[in-house]
């Protein structure tokens, strides 16, 4: 008699959905939510970080354990749900979870899943932007043209550290000087409002205020290295 094979599914949450007020994905077996069943100590992963170009869920050549959720502080304090995965030839296959939060309970069953459908669903899910507000649209396409022009933030002596989406702006963290281990530098924050035009004319336009006046000026100091005092000539108003 031939198995029946798992269904995998991979459901986005956003902030106002989510316990943790996070952007989580969820990661549904037959329409089970293992993390939510057996893992409380943290939320989900960003759906970009775990379907972005690391591809953390698709198996590669040899079996591998992947971190499905993390505690909210960090996993090495509180604790992680992770699962090993290995290819068979047209199958792919979840075994040996572990959690090592509180919660210790885990799936015990191995669940295995058609290749061609496990990989669609990753595609579709990675093409998948219908979930996102728009704060997040532009700090992620914000985010995308800092970093394949580094020079934007460069010719400030700065580098781009996060685009952050919040409510109904994007606050911009970058480093000045750019962050070396023994560096001296400020770790700064500019807040963008998000506007009614399409993100991509949004993001010319900033990208444009950036080239043309220093985004040190109005910036907020979030901290620094230990020697950052020693840094001459700053203008930043402290953020609190």
Not at 96 to 122: C, G, H, I, K
Not at 196 to 201: C, I, L, S, T, V
Request: glycine fraction near 6%; include cysteine; hydrophobic fraction near 35%.
């Amino acid at each position: 008699m031939e198995n029946v094979l798992n269904k995998l599914a991979l459901v986005v949450v956003t902030p106002p959905e989510s316990d943790w007020d996070a952007a989580e994905l969820r990661v549904l077996v037959d329409g089970r939510d293992i993390a939510r069943e057996c893992f409380d100590a943290g939320p989900n992963y960003d759906p970009d970080y775990v379907l972005g170009e690391a591809g953390r869920l698709a198996p590669g050549d040899e079996p591998r354990t992947v971190r499905i959720a993390e505690a909210e502080c960090i996993a090495e304090c509180c604790g992680a749900l992770s699962v090993r995965m290995r290819r068979e030839d047209s199958e792919i296959v979840w075994y040996d979870w572990e959690n090592t939060s509180d919660r210790a309970e885990v799936p015990t069953e191995e669940f295995r899943f058609s290749a061609a459908q496990y990989e669609a669903e990753l595609e579709r899910a990675s093409r998948d932007r219908s979930w996102e507000w728009p704060a997040r649209t532009l700090s992620r396409l914000l985010q995308e043209a800092l970093r394949a022009d580094p020079g934007v933030l460069g010719d400030w002596d700065s580098e781009l550290c996060f685009a952050i989406p919040r409510d109904a702006s994007v606050e911009l963290t970058f480093y000045t000087p750019p962050h070396t281990p023994r560096g001296a530098y400020y770790h700064l924050s500019r807040m963008i409002g998000v506007t009614d035009e399409p993100a991509e004319e949004q993001v010319k336009r900033v990208l444009a205020g950036l080239r043309a006046r220093d985004p040190r000026d109005e910036a907020m100091i979030l901290g620094g290295s230990a020697g950052a005092g020693a840094l001459r000539g700053v203008r930043y108003r402290d953020r609190y």
